[in-house]
């Protein structure tokens, strides 16, 4: 090649490079001027029709959600169905409410413009689970923002929304004092039930005005703003919402609003909560479905779109359990049991068709003599007994799930074993010597009468020497029960009721057992609709084959044998339903802290629970006598329908 060419080539790239460089720049210009342009021109579409400040207190309010029992006819719960607000001058709030409110959620508030990059980053962090939150989710919404969001705008989840959230944002802070915007917003948030506004939340919550909270009192206020359903004093995270009241008084101390001193006091402070008006049915069923709304759907969402939510509820179903448990319940007190919980589903489907989280929703709490100041003892009524973590030991409630393993090994009914005093060595740092409930050793039994007459000898022999604690752990699980621990954890205890479970896993587990090895997780929720009648969701639960239908059939077998529990339970017992073949299996743990009763046909499982909220022992009393009386009135009434 030429030198000619060969430079002439060079020339040629050159310029081209030059050109490249040339039609960048012009493009960036372009850009950079049109962004000016672009900007004020979305301001001004965004802001041209901004509300008078004026109509800041007649904003369009949001729709109430509403739940459904599985009829779709009776209505159990209405989320802020009557939006009750009283507007109050910005002079009779009390500074210490305003400054808690300020420090939890918008630190900054007095000193931006109306935006907090600090806190928008946070929240992305938090939301990319780069940076951990110590309670819900945050957002990285100022004041403002909030304020612009919840008076003109909707909650979804769009970029058009978010661009008039900012720039209603910018115009909310250019036209207004930062005095009148926090003004607004605090007589405009909403706090839970029906109230909006803090002065409608003080009445509800404290029945005072605003202006004579405490710092305590006010702390709790605020800390209900993030999420005031999942915070709702008369709800079952009650002891979320003090931990995060204590929250609050923390940042109030950093942000130099109060001292250490008076923080340390109003954490001390016993508050005393007014109730909320009855305005709901089922309650503890009713807020385990808002619990799964608000999961999935966001507080706000659920708050404010209207949805009508059909549950798997049956309403008569609920009404003769509630009945049953508030009664047996409150005979039970004379045997040293002060509450209940009940479960019924359907096992061919997990259906959920009642829910008895305690014995009485709208009872006080009860401190018998004896109890530290402020601890509810024995009876706390809104403590949802059926979901509570970490739970329950299930006593020999627990038996069936080891037999059922020993009979996939390789066992049957007629498997014989020795009931007699049997030392299984040393576990726990002592020698386990286990004894059956009425002290007594019946020689060579089979394992249809060790597990219908729940001789615990017998049981313990099945877990070591034909189903093993691993396998064992591993069938709970796979039926349902997620509260158990690795195996290695437990020993021979296991079969007697060691790990801790939830009643409504128990009852959906035994409810395989009824479905012959297929397995329906729990169902509360059948369908979600929003406002405009649109399906946002319908239950398709599609049941899993867990195990063979004839280990399922052996266990159901062996306990509806009202013949072979017969020695020990009577031939006339609670157990005994003479009309239908029912299977049932009862539970008491040691030093009778707990009684259990669950029960099933293919068509229902009724599972109970009786004992103390504490954890505190009964008098001595069995599952049989606590709750089979419960589980057979609610078992009886259920196969009339």
Known sequence: MSKSRHYKKIYQKDGQKKRWTFTILQTALLVALMLPVLAFGSFVYFAKDLPRPERLTEATLAQPTKIYDRTGNILLYEVYGEEKRQVLPFSDIPLHLQQAVIATEDAEFYTHSGLSLKGMGRALLINLGLRKSQFQKPGGSTIT??????????????ITRKARELVLTLELERRYSKDEILGFYLNQIPFGSTAYGVGTASELYFQKAPKDLSLAESAVLAAL???????SPSGPNKDVLLTRKDYVLSRMTEKGFITAEEADQAKTEELVFQDVPNTIRAPHFVLYVLDSLMKKYGEEFVREQGLRVVTSLDWDLQQKAEQAVKEVAQQNVASGAHNASLVALNPQTGEILAMVGSKDWFASSSSPEGCTSGKNCFFDPKVNVATAQPGRQPGSAFKPF?????????????????????????????????????????????????????????SVKVLVDMAGVEKSVQFAKSVGIGTLRNPSFYGPALVLGGGEVRLLDMVSAYGVFAAEGEKSPPVAILSVADARGNTLEKNQNTPIRVFAPEIARQITDILSDNEARAPIFGEHSLLFIPWASVAVKTGTTQEYRDGWTIGYTKDIVVGVWAGNNDNSPTNREPGVALAAPIWNRVMAYALTL
Not at 145 to 158: C, D, G, I, M
Not at 225 to 231: E, K, L, S, V
């Open 145 to 158: 923002q909030q304020l612009a969001r919840n008076s003109f705008l909707t909650s979804e989840k769009t």
């Open 225 to 231: 703003i993030q999420a005031p359903t999942y915070y």
């Open 402 to 458: 080891v037999y059922a393993v020993a009979f996939q090994n390789g066992a049957n009914d007629k498997t014989v074993v020795m009931d007699e005093l049997t030392n299984f060595g040393v576990w726990g740092g002592k020698e386990y010597i286990p004894q059956n409930y009425d002290g007594k050793f019946r020689g060579a039994v089979t394992l249809r009468q060790a597990l219908a007459q729940s001789l615990n000898i017998p």
